[in-house]
């Protein structure tokens, strides 16, 4: 798997058929993932559709990372900054359910907001988190998200990069 960057504790690779089995696992658990997600909320995905969905990504180049604990070597999730329009993205993370509540989403957050500040020069990055989800909105509020709208179904949030003082 080819590392792409690395915050403290996490390798964060390019996707790969070599992680199929966690990703079906990750997400095919309704209770602690998939009824979180947005646009790939499905009942059950396959090898065969978490295979396509790896080349589909490989093949548009999409900056999303599997995540790796360096102490370990366990996959942690995956974390993509979605295109909406140039300079925004779209922020979207699933943590596999082992690796929750332990400090990896904020870390993973913080690294892809300022690679995506930094390396691929977005100059705003969006995200929406379901309405219920409030302990991912609280940890998008730490990282530095605002919200800016919401609705029946979700609380929307924006990042910016840091002005620098003259």
Same mark, same amino acid.
């Given at each position: %798997?080819?590392? +792409?960057?690395?915050?403290?504790?996490?390798?964060?690779?390019?996707? !790969?058929?070599?992680?199929?089995?966690?990703?079906?696992?990750?997400?095919?658990?309704?209770?602690? +993932?998939?009824?979180?997600?947005?646009?790939? *909320?499905?009942?059950? $995905?396959? &090898?065969?559709? &978490?295979?396509?969905?790896?080349?589909?990504?490989?093949?548009? *180049?999409?900056?999303?990372?599997? %995540?790796?604990?360096?102490? !370990?070597?366990?996959?942690?999730?995956?974390?993509?900054?979605?295109?909406?329009?140039?300079? +925004?993205?779209?922020?979207?993370?699933?943590?596999?359910?082992?690796?929750?509540?332990?400090?990896?989403?904020? &870390?993973?957050?913080?690294? +892809?907001? &300022?690679?995506?500040? *930094?390396?691929?020069?977005?100059?705003?990055?969006?995200?929406?988190?379901?309405?219920?989800?409030?302990?991912?909105?609280?940890?998008?509020?730490?990282?530095?998200?605002?919200? $800016?709208?919401?609705?029946?179904?979700?609380?929307? %949030?924006?990042?910016?990069?840091?002005?620098?003082?003259?």
């Amino acid at each position: %798997m080819k590392q +792409v960057f690395e915050s403290e504790n996490i390798s964060y690779v390019e996707v !790969s058929e070599l992680l199929v089995n966690d990703y079906l696992v990750m997400v095919n658990d309704h209770e602690n +993932v998939n009824r979180f997600l947005g646009s790939r *909320k499905r009942d059950i $995905y396959t &090898e065969d559709d &978490e295979i396509a969905w790896v080349n589909k990504k490989l093949e548009e *180049k999409d900056p999303v990372f599997s %995540m790796i604990e360096k102490k !370990s070597g366990d996959f942690i999730g995956n974390i993509e900054l979605v295109y909406i329009r140039d300079p +925004v993205r779209e922020l979207g993370i699933a943590i596999t359910a082992k690796k929750q509540d332990k400090g990896f989403g904020s &870390e993973a957050i913080r690294a +892809v907001t &300022e690679f995506g500040f *930094k390396t691929l020069g977005l100059e705003k990055i969006v995200l929406r988190v379901r309405l219920f989800n409030d302990r991912a909105i609280h940890v998008y509020r730490n990282c530095g998200f605002q919200e $800016y709208d919401r609705n029946d179904e979700h609380v929307f %949030m924006e990042i910016e990069p840091e002005k620098k003082s003259p």
